[in-house]
T-cell receptor, first 107, second 115 residues
Framework: KNEVEQSPQNLTAQEGEFITINCSYSVGISALHWLQQHPGGGIVSLFMLSSGKKKHGRLIATINIQEKHSSLHITASHPRDSAVYICAVNREGQFYFGTGTSLTVIP | NAGVTQTPKFRVLKTGQSMTLLCAQD?????MYWYRQDPGMGLRLIHYSVGEGTTAKGEVPDGYNVSRLKKQNFLLGLESAAPSQTSVYFCASVTNREGADTEAFFGQGTRLTVV
């Protein structure tokens, strides 16, 4: 069983829709990261969270440490948001990754 | 990603050939990691290093060797490539081992095909 579970695995949305990607983990962590990977591209760090909520532009990330759950929200989605979004947790110096959520935003 | 450079970006090897992937970072980070990414699976840790001259095995180390002779460089070697090592390889460099201010930087990836 993967220590980090993401849902959904695949997501298709119309441009402008509000999108939520969820991440659950089963171990104690020091921080959680949301990463973005475009097709054929590298991995970019979007957020690093240890508590509460962070916002960058149209992206919002929240974490509930007690429930071991995090969400990534995209407001007013755009085709350029199409990518794989990966949740990763940092525990004792090691990173554990979810399998990713593949998002396609249709114009 | 600023600060982490992987070379090469693409490579095709024949079974049994050897090669070295280079990861270079200019952020003075102690911690560096090599991962492989395969379809339907999360990134899996191959080897990692907590500082110059140190290396340690990760989840899937077999068939790979690493070296960290200089702090800024972390090399991943395949001694005798096998088709099962066809994958996309990512290097990561991290600000701190753990903690609320840990930030991870990834390279652009190396797409390796072993035929």
């Amino acid at each position: 069983k993967n220590e980090v579970e993401q849902s959904p695995q695949n997501l298709t949305a119309q441009e402008g829709e509000f999108i939520t990607i969820n991440c659950s983990y089963s171990v104690g962590i020091s921080a959680l990261h949301w990463l973005q990977q475009h097709p054929g591209g590298g991995i970019v760090s979007l957020f690093m969270l240890s508590s509460g909520k962070k916002k960058h532009g149209r992206l919002i990330a929240t974490i509930n440490i007690q429930e071991k759950h995090s969400s990534l929200h995209i407001t007013a989605s755009h085709p350029r948001d199409s990518a794989v979004y990966i949740c990763a947790v940092n525990r004792e110096g090691q990173f554990y990754f979810g399998t990713g959520t593949s998002l396609t935003v249709i114009p | 990603n600023a600060g982490v450079t992987q070379t090469p970006k693409f490579r095709v090897l024949k079974t049994g050939q050897s090669m070295t992937l280079l990861c270079a970072q200019d952020m003075n980070h102690e911690y560096m990691y090599w991962y492989r990414q395969d379809p339907g699976m999360g990134l899996r840790l191959i080897h990692y290093s907590v500082g110059e001259g140190t290396t340690a095995k990760g989840e899937v180390p077999d068939g790979y060797n690493v070296s960290r002779l200089k702090k800024q460089n972390f090399l991943l070697g395949l001694e005798s490539a096998a088709p099962s090592q066809t994958s996309v390889y990512f290097c990561a460099s991290v600000t701190n081992r753990e903690g609320a201010d840990t930030e991870a930087f990834f390279g652009q990836g190396t797409r390796l095909t072993v035929v």
